[in-house]
């Protein structure tokens, strides 16, 4: 599976856009890039997913550039209970669907 | 959506003793689920793959005597930590993703399991 590179860290005000970035420029053309998040003491929640097409749902856009090399998450109206770390994951679709987290970034919504 | 549940949530036992954490799909069939553990301040790391009816596959790394999986049922995952010690205290976490879904679909997590070994 490819290998992603996020920030360590970010900080969003309340109420703001978040913008969180990713990349992965060794990404295959059968790999999604899946988002997810982790707060505190909790198992990691899904985001979101996308293979190439730009993508949104009630919790979020994601945003992936044309030669697939990178993609941002965007969370349009940051508020605190959205504090936690996020995770850029790109692994194939199909078959066991591994996935290998990386270190994150961990996002800090301030009032 | 499709729903994984653990359990316990949290576990406190003294060193020696094997404890059990279950991971139930709640409303899908998982043939596959995965076995993660997370240390403080650190990644997900994963230790299995939990496959139903037969033996799980182990991360480099991982003793399989030391973490006893069983998968015998389409909704239920058992991880066992034999013998355990302090320096098994983690946060163990699984996931499954349901199959009847597209290929695509996400993976979905437990809640997690504290285990803390005195």
């Known amino acids: 599976d490819a290998k992603t590179t996020q920030p360590p860290s970010m900080d969003c005000a309340e109420g703001r856009a978040a913008n969180l970035p990713c990349n992965h420029s060794?990404?295959?053309?059968?790999?999604?890039v899946y988002w997810y998040r982790q707060i505190h003491s909790q198992g990691p929640q899904y985001i979101i997913h996308?293979?190439?097409n730009n993508e949104t749902n009630e919790m979020a856009s994601l945003i992936i550039t044309e030669d697939r090399k990178s993609s941002t998450l965007i969370l349009p109206h940051a508020t605190l209970r959205d504090t936690a770390v996020y995770y850029c994951?790109?692994?194939?679709?199909?078959?066991?669907?591994?996935?290998?987290f990386g270190t994150g970034t961990r996002l800090l919504v301030s009032p | 959506g499709a729903v994984v549940s653990q359990h316990p949530s949290w576990v406190i036992c003294k060193s020696g003793t094997s404890v059990k954490i279950e991971c139930r799909s709640l409303?899908?069939?998982?043939?596959?689920m995965f076995w993660y553990r997370q240390f403080p301040k650190q990644s997900l790391m994963l230790m299995a793959t939990?496959?139903?009816?037969?033996?799980?596959?182990?991360e480099q790394g991982v003793e399989k005597d030391k973490f006893l999986i069983n998968h015998a049922s389409l909704t239920l995952s058992t991880l066992t930590v034999t013998s355990a010690h302090p320096e098994d205290s983690s946060f163990y976490i699984c996931?499954?993703?349901?199959?009847?879904?597209?290929?695509?679909?996400?993976?979905?997590f437990g809640d997690g399991t504290r285990l803390s070994i005195l």
């Open positions: 994951i790109v692994t194939l679709s199909t078959g066991f669907q591994k996935l290998v």
């Open positions: 996931s499954a993703r349901d199959p009847g879904q597209a290929t695509n679909q996400p993976q979905h």
């Open positions: 409303d899908f069939q998982a043939t596959t």
């Open positions: 939990s496959n139903e009816g037969s033996k799980a596959t182990y």
């Open positions: 060794t990404i295959s053309g059968n790999e999604y």
């Open positions: 996308g293979l190439k």
